[in-house]
């Protein structure tokens, strides 16, 4: 047995300490279906420091959970293809490790939070006996030691009596509580990135506020760098530090959360800001983005978004555009992305009844 | 401010028909246990008491978290499920005491807009199918013939290609059939609709587009609408009146303004805090009250007041004695809460 502390042996693998925590680099995901070939993520670009909370924003489709999923290296392939790009993890590229390295990544260094914390979890085995299946499996820890870090972590995640309740199965807790443990599972090796995806989507409102809280002091705690993806414009204004929004499987743009709700520079993210019900003002009509998103399997030529676009022009509809800067760290993918992010741009006639 | 503004604005549909009104609702699950004789030995209380009016051309929203007995509130209304006490009368008729034909001719008044837009339609129905189905069971409603222009009238109304009659339901996003079941939900032109969590499943920019929709029906056709969902801010945009539920039990009942602007149940209080704000400039404005625990068992809910064990004002009083939902001094909206005092810190206005 090995006591080896985090991070596990990260130099003799070849990783670079002083590169970018994780590095997503033109990625390409695709899946062949007997419908076509629908392009989940087309030319992906991030990156993620430690400490910092990087929200992927995105409907339904956007491709936001595909990310996630190849990250981990949890995609099913077949009918899932990685069809180009790159993603680094402290300057080393996932896609060129052997699988027996990768597994060593998997839940030490890189862990994920899934959306439905009870179709996540195992039903049929104690949730103690799940956290503490990290401890046997990647420190080769004894049962019984396993089993007291698996209480030590409950009880650092909120939950009351984690003595007595390391024994209960998932379906004797709470929504809020089964998260908590999925929580705990995912932190329990101190992992350097944690990818959270819609982590409290399926949850309450005054339980979203617990658990994000507590995600937020973990985070704080351990320096980790989080990926929150979600679609909730307010969870991210609440605790993102930088966002990356998405569209038909690409960053539409990419800011600092205070940049981006106060000058878009993008016409996708304003309509979303701007479609928004808002609690805290009464609203007159919603401005809502006509139009649906495109199908992965026939996306448009040019923007993606240009079909639903209000300020968009022949060039769109042709000319793909880049994720180019608009400003001091904020790039935008838009022909016009100056004249959105000043404002001066003005919808098309036709588009503003 | 709330108070000024409360009397300033003054209630626009104070003067309107009440359109539904109900009184102590109760339904009450029970739960049986026993292999072979079953013995009642508890009962979930779903909605436990529920008194509220809704007027004409008024939307009154609903909110509370999971469990809190909205969809069966709603479920009651539709009279889907009978109430085991109370009343609900329909422009002052007696709505439970309808049987046979002269309910069946009353649930033309009163319809219902689901949450899941994929699983409330019928896959193997054309979308025509779906939205004149209602006119089978209501033959008085359109002579057969016409059957076919008024299905195409409808998806017109709720801005889909009247061309697309023979379509399916999978072959429509999941916006556009959130459209073909309000489109079901109007073909009869009912008073009331009752919309069951209707954006809940769309996403942002979609969601935006069927709330636009809502309300130029609404506006168009008189409706009066109870608009039932998790969402507050979504409550917020649509609602006149704004009832909140925890446990079975209204917490609090008023105008919007009231609710969201100086909420007095600390409940409300709670639940308006912890909506995290499209805005991270007002990320260490909010004042947030973090609620402990979870919402207790509604098969056994506490004594006297039911947010006690989680309330941060509770007194003696709170476990002796439940408190009504009335107007208390102070305050302009009805509240069930012995200590009720409005609260503009965590108003959802911007100060």
Not at chain 1, 101 to 125: E, K, T
Request: hydrophobic share 40%.
């Amino acid at each position: 047995m090995t006591t080896t502390t985090h991070p596990a042996g990260t130099e003799q693998e070849g990783y670079d300490a002083s590169a970018p925590l994780l590095e997503v680099d033109d990625l390409h995901v695709e899946f062949r279906t007997k419908a076509g070939v629908a392009r989940a993520v087309n030319g992906l670009n991030f990156t993620l420091n430690a400490g910092e909370t990087l929200a992927i924003l995105g409907e339904s489709g956007s491709g936001k959970s595909v990310t996630a999923q190849t990250i981990m290296g949890i995609l099913d392939m077949p009918p899932g293809h990685i069809a180009g790009g790159e993603i680094r993890y402290r300057g080393k590229n996932l896609f060129d490790m052997p699988e027996e390295q990768r597994r060593r990544l998997r839940g030490v260094n890189i862990s994920m939070i899934f959306q439905d914390a009870l179709s996540a979890l195992n039903p049929v085995l104690p949730v103690g006996f799940q956290i503490a299946e990290m401890f046997r499996v990647h420190r080769g820890f004894k049962r019984k030691q396993a089993r007291e870090e698996a209480v030590k972590l409950m009880q650092k995640v909120g939950i009351p009596a984690a003595e007595k309740r390391v024994g209960d199965y998932p379906h004797q807790f709470s929504g809020g509580m089964r998260q908590r443990i999925m929580i705990a599972m995912a932190i329990a090796l101190d992992p350097d990135v944690l990818i959270a995806d819609e982590p409290t989507t399926a949850l309450d409102v005054t339980v979203q506020a617990q658990v994000m809280r507590l995600l937020k002091e973990l985070q704080t705690e351990n320096n980790m760098g989080l990926i929150l993806i979600t679609h909730d414009l307010g969870v991210v204004a609440d605790v993102a530090d930088k966002i990356a929004v998405m569209y038909a499987g690409r960053v539409m743009e990419a800011a600092d959360v205070f940049e981006i709700y106060a000058k878009p520079g993008h016409p996708y993210t304003k309509g979303l800001l701007e479609s928004l019900p808002r609690i805290d003002a009464e609203g007159e009509r919603l401005n809502a983005i006509p139009g649906l998103p495109p199908a992965l399997t026939n996306i448009p030529p040019g923007c993606p978004f240009s079909p639903r676009c209000p300020y968009s022009t022949e060039l769109c509809r042709t000319d793909r555009p880049e994720l180019l800067p608009v400003a001091e760290g904020h790039v935008s993918a838009c022909h016009y992305r100056e004249e959105i992010y000043s404002g001066e741009l003005k919808p098309r006639e036709e588009a503003q009844a | 401010m709330s108070q000024a503004m409360a009397e300033a604005q003054r209630d626009p549909f104070a003067d309107a028909e009440v359109v539904l009104e109900v009184e102590d609702l109760v339904k009450h699950f029970p739960i049986r246990e026993g292999i072979v004789i079953k013995r009642r030995t508890g009962a979930v209380q779903a909605v436990d008491g529920v008194s509220f009016q809704l007027r004409k051309g008024e939307t009154l929203g609903i909110v509370g978290e999971s469990g809190c007995g909205k969809s069966t509130l709603a479920k009651l209304l539709m009279r889907l499920e009978e109430p085991d006490a109370g009343s609900i009368r329909f422009r002052g008729e007696d709505f439970l005491a309808m049987r046979g034909e002269e309910l069946r001719r009353m649930r033309r008044k009163i319809q219902i807009i689901f949450q899941d837009p994929y699983t409330s339609l019928n896959p193997r129905m054309s979308v025509g199918d779906i939205i004149a189905e209602p006119f089978k069971l209501h033959p008085e409603a359109q002579p057969k013939q016409g059957i076919r222009n008024r299905v195409k009238e409808l998806l017109d109304v709720v801005g889909l290609n009247p061309d697309h009659i023979n379509r399916y339901p999978h072959q429509f996003s999941g916006g556009q059939r959130q459209r073909i079941g309000i489109a079901r939900g109007l073909a009869l032109n009912p008073d009331v609709i009752i919309c069951d969590e209707p954006v809940s499943a769309l996403d942002v920019s979609v969601q935006a587009q069927v709330m636009n929709l809502l309300e130029d029906l609404q506006e168009e056709f008189g409706l009066s609408y109870i608009f039932i969902a998790h969402d507050l801010s979504v409550v917020r945009h649509i609602s006149d009146r704004v009832a909140v539920m925890y446990l079975g039990k209204l917490a609090e009942l008023g105008l919007d303004e009231e609710i969201y602007g100086a909420p007095a149940h600390p409940y409300t209080q709670a639940l308006l805090s912890a909506v995290p704000v499209p805005d991270p400039t007002m990320r260490h404005d909010r004042q947030e009250i973090v609620l402990q625990g979870d919402p207790p068992n509604p098969a056994n809910p506490p004594s006297g007041c039911r947010f006690r064990t989680r309330c941060w004002k509770a007194t003696e009083i709170c476990a002796e004695k439940e408190p009504e939902l009335i107007v208390r001094p102070g305050i302009t909206q009805r509240a069930a809460c012995h200590h009720a005092a409005q609260n503009e810190d965590v108003s959802a206005f911007e100060s």
